[in-house]
């Protein structure tokens, strides 16, 4: 658990501040259709000092992805120690990020239930760390690049595995099921380097730690993802980079772990909080 302000999503558009265990509703106390334009008009600090008797109860809310509608959701792949050579495909850590781009639709909120499509059992798991955009930038250096991350929250960034291999280049069938990922539980304020730079990552299946590491071994560091992503396209308040995943998604067993309807992720990172969904089979 983290001891930042948190703000989430939940009931649609409805945003609110955490506190304790239940939810302050600020959708009706500010101008902001959602914490996208919030965090575009530099919002959130203001917002974490409400002080009132929460309006929701937290379990009781049903949660969306934090932001919601973002213009650009953006994915880091192969981005940590030993994950090149999971590939087993006799070629060299690339020396600049492998990049992809997932649709908000294709993920889901915290403690909901992600989904197995019908046309593959190959769902996957991948947990990573997630940064939100808070301040418009192009060709941003890597030393202000911190100056335009507006907060964090984290990622089971699902994948259909033997879809990502349908053609002979991308991804993109593969990372873009409806709901075949997570988002979540909520935005943590970004204020210092010490939330990002060295924090622990860790994904578990079914309380069965599966994924493990820190964020300083990363090849590719934060600062360098929004250097890089903001050399070739405008990054805006709200946009999403989902920063890459440790070795050990259920690909890589032998025989290959996937998740089946039951099953129970959680993805948990150091200041940040827990992200915790299931498996169902699509209806």
């Known amino acids: 658990m983290t001891d930042h302000p948190r703000f989430v999503t939940f009931s649609g558009n409805r945003y609110g501040l955490v506190h304790g265990n239940g939810i302050i509703d600020l959708t009706d106390d500010y101008p902001y259709p959602s914490l996208r334009e919030a965090i575009a008009d530099g919002a959130l600090p ?47 850590q690339p020396p600049n990020p492998s990049l992809f781009v997932r649709f908000p639709r294709s993920f889901v909120g915290h403690n909901q239930n992600i989904v197995r499509p019908a046309e593959s059992p190959q769902l996957d798991y991948e947990g990573e760390v997630v940064i939100v955009i808070g301040k418009h930038g192009r060709r941003i ?16 960034e699902g994948t259909v595995r033997d879809w990502v291999r349908h053609a002979k280049f991308n991804v993109t069938q593969g990372k873009n099921w409806d709901r075949s990922g997570a988002i979540g539980p909520w935005l943590v304020p970004f204020t210092d380097a010490a939330q990002l ?3 622990a990552l860790e994904t578990r299946v079914n309380g069965e730690i599966r994924q493990s590491d820190r964020t300083s071994r990363m090849v590719f560091s934060f600062r360098k993802i929004v250097a890089y992503v903001s050399t070739f396209t405008t990054l805006i308040p709200g946009d999403v980079l989902i920063c890459g995943t440790p070795i050990g998604a259920g690909a890589r067993f032998d025989p290959p772990q996937w998740l089946k309807p039951g099953d129970v992720i959680e993805v ?16």
């Open 197 to 199: 730079d060295d924090i």
């Open 46 to 92: 203001r917002m974490s000092q409400t002080r009132r008797s929460p309006d929701v109860d937290l379990d009781d809310a049903t949660l969306g992805i934090p932001i919601p509608g973002p213009e650009k959701i953006i994915c880091v792949g192969v981005n940590f120690p030993d994950r090149n050579a999971e590939y087993k495909d006799g070629k060299e």
């Open 141 to 156: 250096s890597e030393k202000d690049a911190y100056n335009h991350i507006a907060a964090i929250t984290l990622s089971n």
């Open 268 to 283: 948990e990172a150091d200041g940040i909080g827990c992200l915790r969904n299931g498996v169902e089979d699509e209806a």
